[in-house]
Protein backbone atom coordinates (compact mmCIF):
# COMPACT_ATOMS: atom_id res chain seq x y z
CA UNK A 1 0.00 0.00 0.00
CA UNK A 2 1.42 3.18 -1.11
CA UNK A 3 2.14 5.95 1.63
CA UNK A 4 -1.07 8.07 0.71
CA UNK A 5 -3.23 5.10 0.42
CA UNK A 6 -2.17 3.94 4.25
CA UNK A 7 -2.65 7.74 5.85
CA UNK A 8 -5.91 7.57 4.57
CA UNK A 9 -6.55 4.28 5.91
CA UNK A 10 -5.12 5.51 9.29
CA UNK A 11 -7.39 8.61 9.02
CA UNK A 12 -10.47 6.78 8.33
CA UNK A 13 -9.57 4.31 11.40
CA UNK A 14 -8.94 6.59 13.74
CA UNK A 15 -12.28 8.45 12.63
CA UNK A 16 -13.88 5.25 13.08
CA UNK A 17 -12.26 4.73 17.09
CA UNK A 18 -13.51 8.12 17.94
CA UNK A 19 -16.81 7.73 16.65
CA UNK A 20 -17.32 4.30 18.82
CA UNK A 21 -15.76 6.30 21.57
CA UNK A 22 -18.45 8.87 21.27
CA UNK A 23 -21.33 6.68 20.86
CA UNK A 24 -19.90 4.36 23.83
CA UNK A 25 -20.18 7.36 25.88
CA UNK A 26 -23.33 8.23 24.88
CA UNK A 27 -24.53 5.45 26.03
CA UNK A 28 -23.63 5.64 29.30
CA UNK A 29 -24.91 8.60 30.18
CA UNK A 30 -24.12 12.14 30.00
CA UNK A 31 -21.73 12.50 32.26
CA UNK A 32 -19.54 10.09 30.82
CA UNK A 33 -20.30 11.40 27.43
CA UNK A 34 -18.92 15.07 28.04
CA UNK A 35 -16.12 14.03 29.60
CA UNK A 36 -15.36 12.19 26.56
CA UNK A 37 -16.25 14.96 24.05
CA UNK A 38 -15.68 18.12 25.86
CA UNK A 39 -18.58 21.22 26.16
CA UNK A 40 -16.18 22.87 23.44
CA UNK A 41 -18.63 22.10 20.34
CA UNK A 42 -21.90 22.30 22.81
CA UNK A 43 -20.82 26.30 23.45
CA UNK A 44 -19.56 27.25 20.06
CA UNK A 45 -23.23 26.36 18.71
CA UNK A 46 -25.72 28.09 21.02
CA UNK A 47 -22.59 31.26 20.83
CA UNK A 48 -23.20 30.97 17.11
CA UNK A 49 -26.91 30.80 17.28
CA UNK A 50 -26.65 33.73 19.73
CA UNK A 51 -24.66 36.10 17.50
CA UNK A 52 -26.84 35.47 14.83
CA UNK A 53 -30.24 36.03 16.87
CA UNK A 54 -29.04 39.04 18.01
CA UNK A 55 -27.88 40.17 14.68
CA UNK A 56 -31.35 39.70 12.92
CA UNK A 57 -32.81 41.15 15.31
CA UNK A 58 -30.89 44.49 15.40
CA UNK A 59 -31.51 44.45 11.08
CA UNK A 60 -35.21 43.44 11.58
CA UNK A 61 -35.74 46.27 13.67
CA UNK A 62 -33.73 48.72 10.88
CA UNK A 63 -36.36 46.66 8.71
CA UNK A 64 -33.73 45.30 6.46
CA UNK A 65 -35.33 41.98 5.63
CA UNK A 66 -33.52 40.34 3.53
CA UNK A 67 -30.07 40.09 5.92
CA UNK A 68 -32.56 39.89 8.77
CA UNK A 69 -34.36 36.44 7.65
CA UNK A 70 -31.70 35.43 6.15
CA UNK A 71 -29.91 35.77 9.69
CA UNK A 72 -32.93 34.31 11.42
CA UNK A 73 -32.62 31.35 9.07
CA UNK A 74 -28.77 30.86 9.61
CA UNK A 75 -29.66 30.97 13.04
CA UNK A 76 -32.23 28.26 12.88
CA UNK A 77 -29.94 25.97 10.96
CA UNK A 78 -27.09 26.43 13.83
CA UNK A 79 -29.35 25.94 16.42
CA UNK A 80 -30.80 22.56 14.81
CA UNK A 81 -27.07 21.25 14.85
CA UNK A 82 -26.95 21.35 19.11
CA UNK A 83 -28.25 17.56 19.15
CA UNK A 84 -25.03 16.08 17.72
CA UNK A 85 -22.97 17.42 20.20
CA UNK A 86 -25.60 16.14 23.20
CA UNK A 87 -25.91 12.28 24.11
CA UNK A 88 -29.17 11.64 22.46
CA UNK A 89 -28.43 13.04 19.12
CA UNK A 90 -25.36 10.92 18.95
CA UNK A 91 -27.07 7.73 19.96
CA UNK A 92 -29.79 8.57 17.07
CA UNK A 93 -27.03 9.76 14.28
CA UNK A 94 -25.51 6.07 14.84
CA UNK A 95 -29.16 4.37 14.70
CA UNK A 96 -30.03 6.81 11.78
CA UNK A 97 -26.49 5.97 9.67
CA UNK A 98 -27.26 2.23 10.54
CA UNK A 99 -30.51 2.65 8.59
CA UNK A 100 -29.35 4.57 5.71
CA UNK A 101 -26.74 1.46 4.87
CA UNK A 102 -28.70 -1.19 5.49
CA UNK A 103 -31.57 0.89 2.94
CA UNK A 104 -28.41 1.20 0.13
CA UNK A 105 -27.12 -2.44 1.02
CA UNK A 106 -30.99 -3.63 0.24
CA UNK A 107 -30.92 -1.82 -3.03
CA UNK A 108 -27.59 -2.81 -3.77
CA UNK A 109 -28.33 -6.38 -3.48
CA UNK A 110 -31.82 -6.24 -5.31
CA UNK A 111 -29.98 -4.84 -8.30
CA UNK A 112 -26.58 -6.64 -8.45
CA UNK A 113 -27.59 -10.31 -6.60
CA UNK A 114 -26.86 -11.66 -10.10
CA UNK A 115 -22.95 -10.22 -10.67
CA UNK A 116 -21.53 -11.52 -7.19
CA UNK A 117 -21.32 -14.91 -5.66
CA UNK A 118 -24.13 -16.62 -3.23
CA UNK A 119 -22.03 -16.92 -0.28
CA UNK A 120 -21.40 -13.19 -0.94
CA UNK A 121 -25.49 -12.45 -1.19
CA UNK A 122 -25.94 -14.39 1.93
CA UNK A 123 -22.79 -12.42 4.06
CA UNK A 124 -24.76 -9.07 3.19
CA UNK A 125 -27.99 -10.64 3.74
CA UNK A 126 -26.34 -11.51 7.08
CA UNK A 127 -25.38 -8.16 7.40
CA UNK A 128 -28.20 -6.45 7.31
CA UNK A 129 -29.95 -9.09 9.37
CA UNK A 130 -27.87 -8.06 11.90
CA UNK A 131 -28.47 -4.24 11.58
CA UNK A 132 -32.27 -5.27 11.68
CA UNK A 133 -31.62 -6.94 15.21
CA UNK A 134 -29.26 -4.34 16.18
CA UNK A 135 -32.14 -1.82 15.76
CA UNK A 136 -34.98 -3.33 17.57
CA UNK A 137 -33.00 -5.02 20.11
CA UNK A 138 -31.56 -2.26 21.98
CA UNK A 139 -31.85 1.85 22.32
CA UNK A 140 -28.28 2.18 22.73
CA UNK A 141 -25.84 3.45 19.15
CA UNK A 142 -23.49 1.25 20.01
CA UNK A 143 -24.65 -2.02 18.91
CA UNK A 144 -26.58 -0.07 15.44
CA UNK A 145 -22.70 1.26 15.13
CA UNK A 146 -21.19 -2.17 15.53
CA UNK A 147 -23.62 -4.03 12.95
CA UNK A 148 -23.25 -0.96 10.79
CA UNK A 149 -19.68 -1.82 10.62
CA UNK A 150 -20.05 -5.71 9.90
CA UNK A 151 -22.06 -4.45 6.84
CA UNK A 152 -19.80 -2.04 5.61
CA UNK A 153 -17.11 -4.24 5.46
CA UNK A 154 -19.57 -6.96 3.59
CA UNK A 155 -20.57 -4.22 1.30
CA UNK A 156 -16.79 -3.13 0.24
CA UNK A 157 -15.70 -6.54 0.24
CA UNK A 158 -18.48 -7.89 -2.44
CA UNK A 159 -20.42 -4.99 -3.88
CA UNK A 160 -17.94 -2.22 -3.60
CA UNK A 161 -18.24 -1.49 -7.54
CA UNK A 162 -21.90 -0.70 -6.79
CA UNK A 163 -21.56 1.59 -4.08
CA UNK A 164 -22.09 5.15 -4.54
CA UNK A 165 -19.15 7.91 -3.52
CA UNK A 166 -20.07 9.92 -0.74
CA UNK A 167 -19.43 12.63 -3.32
CA UNK A 168 -22.13 11.02 -5.57
CA UNK A 169 -24.92 10.67 -2.42
CA UNK A 170 -24.85 14.20 -1.41
CA UNK A 171 -25.29 15.23 -4.68
CA UNK A 172 -27.98 13.30 -5.42
CA UNK A 173 -29.67 14.46 -2.34
CA UNK A 174 -29.34 17.89 -2.86
CA UNK A 175 -30.39 18.12 -6.58
CA UNK A 176 -32.96 16.32 -5.55
CA UNK A 177 -34.51 18.52 -2.92
CA UNK A 178 -33.63 21.55 -5.14
CA UNK A 179 -35.70 19.87 -7.85
CA UNK A 180 -38.94 19.42 -5.85
CA UNK A 181 -38.24 22.62 -4.52
CA UNK A 182 -38.08 24.30 -8.11
CA UNK A 183 -41.01 22.75 -9.12
CA UNK A 184 -43.05 23.10 -6.18
CA UNK A 185 -42.02 27.10 -6.15
CA UNK A 186 -43.11 26.84 -10.41
CA UNK A 187 -46.38 25.25 -10.06
CA UNK A 188 -47.48 25.01 -6.76
CA UNK A 189 -47.01 27.72 -3.89
CA UNK A 190 -44.13 30.49 -4.16
CA UNK A 191 -43.07 32.65 -1.41
CA UNK A 192 -43.66 36.36 -1.16
CA UNK A 193 -42.34 39.19 0.86
CA UNK A 194 -44.52 42.20 1.76
CA UNK A 195 -42.37 45.18 1.40
CA UNK A 196 -44.78 47.59 1.40
CA UNK A 197 -48.03 49.00 4.00
CA UNK A 198 -50.63 49.07 1.06
CA UNK A 199 -52.43 46.31 2.56
CA UNK A 200 -51.92 46.81 6.40
CA UNK A 201 -53.50 45.23 8.71
CA UNK A 202 -54.54 42.33 6.72
CA UNK A 203 -50.40 41.95 5.57
CA UNK A 204 -47.75 43.72 7.56
CA UNK A 205 -44.54 44.93 6.11
CA UNK A 206 -42.09 41.99 7.08
CA UNK A 207 -44.94 39.62 6.53
CA UNK A 208 -43.75 36.45 4.42
CA UNK A 209 -46.76 34.64 2.60
CA UNK A 210 -47.27 31.48 0.72
CA UNK A 211 -49.02 31.88 -2.84
CA UNK A 212 -51.45 29.32 -3.61
CA UNK A 213 -50.09 28.92 -7.53
CA UNK A 214 -52.63 26.37 -8.90
CA UNK A 215 -55.89 28.63 -7.51
CA UNK A 216 -57.06 30.50 -10.87
CA UNK A 217 -54.68 28.01 -13.27
CA UNK A 218 -51.86 27.20 -13.75
CA UNK A 219 -49.69 29.16 -15.15
CA UNK A 220 -46.65 27.98 -17.39
CA UNK A 221 -43.04 29.49 -15.89
CA UNK A 222 -41.20 31.51 -18.06
CA UNK A 223 -43.63 32.68 -20.22
CA UNK A 224 -45.08 36.51 -21.03
CA UNK A 225 -48.95 36.71 -19.39
CA UNK A 226 -49.70 38.94 -22.03
CA UNK A 227 -49.52 36.23 -24.97
CA UNK A 228 -49.56 32.66 -22.43
CA UNK A 229 -52.62 32.58 -20.78
CA UNK A 230 -52.98 29.59 -17.67
CA UNK A 231 -53.96 26.38 -18.03
CA UNK A 232 -57.37 26.04 -16.88
CA UNK A 233 -57.56 29.87 -16.57
CA UNK A 234 -60.21 30.68 -13.91
CA UNK A 235 -61.60 34.06 -12.37
CA UNK A 236 -60.38 35.42 -8.54
CA UNK A 237 -63.52 35.91 -6.49
CA UNK A 238 -64.39 39.11 -5.06
CA UNK A 239 -62.32 39.60 -1.76
CA UNK A 240 -59.53 37.43 -2.72
CA UNK A 241 -55.82 38.69 -1.65
CA UNK A 242 -53.89 38.16 -4.75
CA UNK A 243 -50.27 38.34 -5.85
CA UNK A 244 -49.86 39.65 -9.53
CA UNK A 245 -47.27 40.86 -11.76
CA UNK A 246 -47.37 44.65 -12.69
CA UNK A 247 -48.10 44.70 -16.77
CA UNK A 248 -45.92 47.89 -17.03
CA UNK A 249 -43.11 46.20 -14.80
CA UNK A 250 -43.23 42.85 -15.35
CA UNK A 251 -40.56 42.11 -13.46
CA UNK A 252 -42.46 43.53 -10.19
CA UNK A 253 -44.93 41.32 -8.11
CA UNK A 254 -47.99 43.47 -5.98
CA UNK A 255 -50.24 42.46 -3.75
CA UNK A 256 -53.27 43.28 -3.26
CA UNK A 257 -57.35 42.66 -3.13
CA UNK A 258 -59.73 41.77 -5.56
CA UNK A 259 -62.70 44.75 -5.17
CA UNK A 260 -64.08 44.76 -8.82
CA UNK A 261 -65.01 41.63 -11.42
CA UNK A 262 -65.22 42.10 -15.24
CA UNK A 263 -68.58 44.50 -15.83
CA UNK A 264 -68.57 45.85 -12.71
CA UNK A 265 -69.09 49.40 -12.15
CA UNK A 266 -67.11 50.34 -8.97
CA UNK A 267 -67.62 54.12 -7.88
CA UNK A 268 -65.77 55.58 -4.90
CA UNK A 269 -68.19 58.21 -3.02
CA UNK A 270 -66.09 59.93 -0.08
CA UNK A 271 -64.23 56.53 0.83
CA UNK A 272 -67.22 54.15 0.88
CA UNK A 273 -67.23 51.56 -1.92
CA UNK A 274 -69.73 50.99 -4.51
CA UNK A 275 -70.41 47.86 -6.73
CA UNK A 276 -73.00 47.75 -9.23
CA UNK A 277 -75.10 51.02 -6.73
CA UNK A 278 -74.86 48.79 -4.01
CA UNK A 279 -73.02 50.06 -0.49
CA UNK A 280 -71.03 47.70 0.49
CA UNK A 281 -71.20 48.34 4.51
CA UNK A 282 -68.17 49.14 6.62
CA UNK A 283 -68.11 49.17 10.42
CA UNK A 284 -66.25 51.74 12.30
CA UNK A 285 -63.90 50.23 14.74
CA UNK A 286 -61.52 52.52 15.82
CA UNK A 287 -58.17 54.12 15.60
CA UNK A 288 -55.41 52.24 14.06
CA UNK A 289 -51.68 53.41 15.11
CA UNK A 290 -48.74 51.77 12.92
CA UNK A 291 -44.99 52.83 12.01
CA UNK A 292 -44.07 53.28 8.49
CA UNK A 293 -40.43 53.88 7.73
CA UNK A 294 -39.63 56.97 5.28
CA UNK A 295 -37.49 55.85 2.24
CA UNK A 296 -36.70 59.72 2.30
CA UNK A 297 -35.80 60.66 5.65
CA UNK A 298 -34.58 57.48 6.89
CA UNK A 299 -36.72 57.67 9.65
CA UNK A 300 -39.75 55.79 11.10
CA UNK A 301 -43.01 57.58 11.15
CA UNK A 302 -45.85 56.92 13.13
CA UNK A 303 -49.11 57.10 11.22
CA UNK A 304 -52.85 57.03 12.77
CA UNK A 305 -55.52 56.05 10.49
CA UNK A 306 -59.10 54.94 11.03
CA UNK A 307 -60.09 51.18 11.33
CA UNK A 308 -63.11 49.86 9.58
CA UNK A 309 -64.62 46.50 8.94
CA UNK A 310 -65.41 45.99 5.53
CA UNK A 311 -68.45 43.79 4.19
CA UNK A 312 -67.50 43.14 0.40
CA UNK A 313 -70.58 41.50 -0.53
CA UNK A 314 -70.02 39.00 2.13
CA UNK A 315 -65.89 38.68 2.69
CA UNK A 316 -65.44 41.28 5.69
CA UNK A 317 -62.12 42.48 5.88
CA UNK A 318 -60.42 45.35 7.86
CA UNK A 319 -59.78 48.57 5.68
CA UNK A 320 -57.42 51.90 6.70
CA UNK A 321 -58.11 55.01 6.44
CA UNK A 322 -56.72 58.09 6.62
CA UNK A 323 -58.06 61.41 8.83
CA UNK A 324 -56.96 63.86 6.85
CA UNK A 325 -60.38 65.11 4.74
CA UNK A 326 -57.92 66.17 1.91
CA UNK A 327 -57.58 62.55 1.21
CA UNK A 328 -61.51 62.01 0.82
CA UNK A 329 -61.28 60.15 -3.09
CA UNK A 330 -64.68 60.03 -5.52
CA UNK A 331 -64.47 58.78 -8.60
CA UNK A 332 -65.98 55.51 -10.70
CA UNK A 333 -64.72 52.80 -12.87
CA UNK A 334 -66.19 49.97 -15.17
CA UNK A 335 -63.84 46.93 -14.76
CA UNK A 336 -62.96 45.66 -18.90
CA UNK A 337 -64.00 42.62 -19.89
CA UNK A 338 -60.89 39.49 -18.39
CA UNK A 339 -59.75 42.12 -16.30
CA UNK A 340 -59.73 43.24 -11.94
CA UNK A 341 -60.04 46.07 -10.58
CA UNK A 342 -57.14 45.99 -7.23
CA UNK A 343 -57.32 48.14 -4.11
CA UNK A 344 -55.17 48.02 -1.22
CA UNK A 345 -56.45 47.47 2.67
CA UNK A 346 -54.50 50.33 3.79
CA UNK A 347 -56.81 52.91 1.25
CA UNK A 348 -55.01 55.92 1.49
CA UNK A 349 -51.27 54.36 1.16
CA UNK A 350 -52.01 52.14 -1.65
CA UNK A 351 -51.06 52.31 -5.55
CA UNK A 352 -53.97 50.20 -6.98
CA UNK A 353 -56.41 50.04 -9.98
CA UNK A 354 -57.71 53.39 -8.49
CA UNK A 355 -54.48 55.42 -9.42
CA UNK A 356 -54.27 57.06 -12.79
CA UNK A 357 -51.39 56.35 -14.70
CA UNK A 358 -50.68 53.52 -12.07
CA UNK A 359 -51.34 49.44 -12.55
CA UNK A 360 -54.82 50.22 -13.99
CA UNK A 361 -56.99 47.06 -14.24
CA UNK A 362 -55.04 44.05 -14.24
CA UNK A 363 -55.71 41.03 -16.77
CA UNK A 364 -56.19 37.54 -15.64
CA UNK A 365 -53.29 35.95 -16.72
CA UNK A 366 -51.53 38.40 -14.83
CA UNK A 367 -52.20 37.16 -11.83
CA UNK A 368 -49.67 34.66 -9.98
CA UNK A 369 -52.11 33.35 -7.03
CA UNK A 370 -53.91 33.47 -3.89
CA UNK A 371 -52.40 34.33 -1.06
CA UNK A 372 -52.89 31.61 1.41
CA UNK A 373 -50.97 31.89 4.39
CA UNK A 374 -48.39 33.84 6.51
CA UNK A 375 -45.83 31.25 7.47
CA UNK A 376 -43.13 34.02 9.37
CA UNK A 377 -43.50 37.55 10.01
CA UNK A 378 -40.30 39.71 10.83
CA UNK A 379 -40.73 42.89 13.04
CA UNK A 380 -41.77 44.05 16.26
CA UNK A 381 -39.70 44.45 19.50
CA UNK A 382 -38.88 40.76 19.44
CA UNK A 383 -37.62 40.63 15.74
CA UNK A 384 -40.48 38.06 14.73
CA UNK A 385 -44.10 38.66 15.50
CA UNK A 386 -44.55 35.16 16.88
CA UNK A 387 -48.92 35.06 16.77
CA UNK A 388 -48.49 35.82 12.94
CA UNK A 389 -46.99 32.75 12.43
CA UNK A 390 -48.96 30.44 10.12
CA UNK A 391 -52.32 32.60 10.18
CA UNK A 392 -53.89 32.81 7.38
CA UNK A 393 -55.12 35.09 4.59
CA UNK A 394 -58.34 36.71 4.45
Do not use: C
Amino acid sequence: MNPAKERAADAKREERDREAELVAAADRGARDFYKVSGYGRLLAIAAGAAALALFAQWKLRHQDYLFGSLAVFAAVFVLSMIGSAMPYGVRKRARNEARSVRRAAARMLRRNRARIPDAAAQEVERGMRGVDEALKGSRTGTAALEARGRLDSSLDQHLAFARKSAAREYTESIGGAILVALLLRAFVFEPFHIPSGSMIPTLLVGDFIFVNKMAFGLRVPFTDPSHVHKLGERAPRRGDVVVFIVPQHPEVDYVKRVVGLPGDHIEIRDNVVFINGVEQKRQYIGEYRYTEHSEYTDTDIEVTTDEYIEDLEGVTHPVLQRKDAGFARNMSFVVDPGRLFMMGDNRDNSADSRVEGGIGQIPFSYVKGRASIIWISFGGRAGIRFERIFRAVH
